[in-house]
């Protein structure tokens, strides 16, 4: 007889996602590349289904650093992709052009499409996803505002969800504040998201600074499928064991079964 832990479903997963924030060099995590990452998936990449290159670091850090970091990511089988900021700042720039060339020579691979701070149109969301795509650049679409004046309405979401779904896109992020703001404004938000039929086509991105009893809260409202955004790179593999019942914020449920 064999010890061994519950079964979870192994990758490519399309339920229990877990998408990584890439900080870099940060208190949240070291992953500065390629060492640290390597470090990290050696004992993690299992747990691992994405990770995102913070913000505007494909930037910040040296050209060779994020691109060891992409590889290395590669190499382990996690998808990594650019933050949505980036592409925000090259539409405000009129940069796309040399956000294609950037991508292309980090060989990153993915972008996250972003309105936090820009608005596109229909047309011109469809059109940005459309023309990245065609350069073979992976594309997630996050929704939602960094400062929502309105609770998000599930019409809306659910109608992006299907739009860029019709153009591959597998999963819809939903930014933090939003999330926040809808559950706060809305008594029935938690039943009313999980009735949608496109509800594990979303990724909730949970708040780094409330880990772990927010992660917790999320797991145990939505199931230990729940799929998360913004874990960092120190919380992967706590956040796994909750999901299997592991940990005090958990009460150890994998013993009480």
Excluded at 1 to 15: D, F, G, I, Y
Excluded at 35 to 61: P, S, T, V, W
Excluded at 210 to 222: A, G, N
Aim: proline residues 6%; neutral net charge; contains cysteine.
């Amino acid at each position: 007889m064999t010890l061994s832990l519950p079964p979870r479903s192994a990758k490519p997963r399309t339920r229990g996602l877990t998408s990584m924030i890439d900080f870099g060099p940060d208190t949240f995590g070291w992953t500065g590349a390629p060492e640290g990452i390597r470090n990290l998936l050696a004992a993690c990449a299992d747990y691992i289904d994405y990770a995102k290159i913070y913000a505007l670091n494909a930037l910040l850090m040296p050209r060779e650093t994020v691109k060891a970091a992409a590889r290395t990511y590669r190499d382990f089988g996690v998808t990594p992709f650019a933050g949505g900021i980036l592409f925000e700042y090259a539409w405000q720039k009129h940069e796309l052009d040399g956000l294609e060339k950037l991508l292309l020579e980090l060989e990153i691979g993915g972008l996250e499409i972003s309105e936090n701070y820009v608005s596109l149109t229909p047309d011109e969301r469809a059109r940005a996803i459309e023309r990245f795509q065609k350069r073979g650049i992976y594309i997630k679409y996050e929704f939602g505002r960094k400062n929502p004046t309105l609770p998000l309405a599930l019409d809306e979401l659910g109608a992006v969800v299907k739009a860029v779904g019709q153009q591959g896109i597998e999963h819809v992020i939903v930014e933090q504040s939003d999330f926040d703001m809808l559950i706060a404004a809305r008594a029935d938000a938690i039943p009313a998201l999980k009735a949608q039929p496109w509800f594990d086509r979303l990724l909730i991105e949970a708040d780094p600074y409330r880990f772990p009893q927010q992660h917790v809260e999320l797991i145990k409202t939505f199931g230990v499928d729940v799929n998360l955004a913004n874990v960092t790179p120190g919380q992967v593999l706590r956040l796994e064991g909750f999901r299997r019942g592991i940990g005090r914020a958990v009460d150890y449920s994998i013993i009480k079964r």
